[in-house]
């Protein structure tokens, strides 16, 4: 299977994508697309994905875009191991926690709304960091609460890891950005724990892509 | 089957739900959360839903949060009519139109952000028009860029109705809540006036609900 990933070593998107990639065992090359100066904006880009948003899965002809979409992709194509689990009522639970943070917590701090912040509101980098901090910690909260009524056993959704504690970790990788103490977040800070642990999830954090110590041997 | 959603007049992803619903022909019990004065985060609600938000569909003792996981549990139960592709590919698509919104357009326009850039910013009424705009604009750009790709025929995927153009109809009633001109976008405006002339889709929409007519006539 022929896979390239367009990604970002930053994007907390594109870390659930290689994440799940690595879960799956599927070899992948990474392009990187540089979104803090703009390349997603350029046509080149455009031409691959008309949202101009990393990442972009390409397989043979078919370009996917958007993190949850492709690893739904990815589960639909290679079943096993699962990302997903069979049962109706747990799959929409794994999809709910992986929507806590993709749909409500980490829209509000990508590049995108960090910049309009400051072209509306002229907001200084403190005041970014304050932005980010809070609405980080607002999801951080909020998967500390519903893994506190059904407890993580040791994943999420019990044995098998997948799209819900990827989408957990992810949050906390928003939090190493922020150097946030996650010691208010007991759960949350076990399940990532677990999962950093794993080759997939410790390989794919943007700490440890090229593109992050190009940046910050710069 | 005995359904009830927890939701609100003015929220679009209560929206979407409800046309969901409406689409497969569920009959369903609407309880009103008041998001704007903040039910969402009284022990009540938080009993029902942890993450403090709505929709929220109660499926006997099931309790799903987030509209995606709700249409696509609502898919998985009560397959037909089906409102995802069977193709992965297409599969994958319908998704990625549907995050469009559910994760980038829509948080930024979400009671609570608005009420984070007054506490944050003393940002006005004016002010929060015009992120609400920006942001609007910026989730219906992006459509009109995929759809001019891959024509509607009629609907998004084709023949069927379904979750796409559930998420572009609810983009749509965006715009109404801020009364934007959809004429820079015509194939969205199009979609979308097809999908208004069905009963399920123009009988969910926020200004027909009791809870709208409640609030304009105070």
Same mark, same amino acid.
């Given at each position: 299977?022929?896979?390239?990933?367009?990604? =970002?070593? $930053?994007s907390i998107a594109s870390f659930r994508v290689r994440v799940a990639l690595k879960l799956k065992d599927l070899p =992948?090359?990474?392009?990187?697309?540089? &979104? *803090?100066?703009?390349?997603?904006?350029?046509?080149d880009?455009?031409?691959?994905?008309?949202e101009r948003v990393v990442p972009t899965l390409v397989h043979g002809e078919h370009r996917l875009f958007q993190s949850l979409a492709i690893i739904e992709y990815l589960d639909d194509i290679v079943p096993e191991p699962r990302l997903l689990p069979a049962d109706p009522v747990d799959r929409a639970y794994a999809r709910s926690l992986a *929507?806590?943070? &993709? +749909?409500?917590?980490?829209? *509000?701090?990508?590049?995108?709304?960090?910049?309009?912040?400051?072209?509306?509101?002229g907001a200084d +980098?403190?005041? &970014?960091?304050?932005?980010a901090t809070h609405w980080t910690i607002e999801g951080l909260a909020t998967y500390e609460r519903l893994l506190a009524r059904r407890p993580p056993a040791p994943f999420a959704l019990g044995q098998q890891v997948g799209l819900a504690d990827i989408s957990v970790a992810g949050?906390?990788?928003?939090?190493?950005? *922020?150097?946030?103490?996650? +010691?208010?977040?007991? +759960?949350?800070? $076990?399940?990532?724990?677990?999962c950093f642990a794993m080759p997939a999830f410790a390989t794919s954090h943007?700490?440890?892509?090229?593109?992050?110590?190009?940046?910050?041997?710069?």
């Open positions: 299977m022929n896979l390239q990933l367009y990604g =970002f070593w $930053r =992948f090359e990474e392009i990187p697309v540089d &979104i *803090l100066s703009g390349e997603q904006f350029k046509p880009y455009d031409a691959v994905n008309a *929507l806590v943070t &993709i +749909a409500d917590a980490h829209p *509000l701090v990508t590049p995108r709304v960090r910049n309009h912040l400051v072209e509306m509101f +980098a403190p005041t &970014i960091g304050a932005w949050q906390v990788v928003g939090a190493h950005f *922020l150097k946030l103490d996650l +010691a208010s977040f007991p +759960a949350v800070r $076990r399940l990532a724990d677990l943007p700490f440890e892509q090229p593109g992050h110590k190009a940046a910050t041997s710069r």
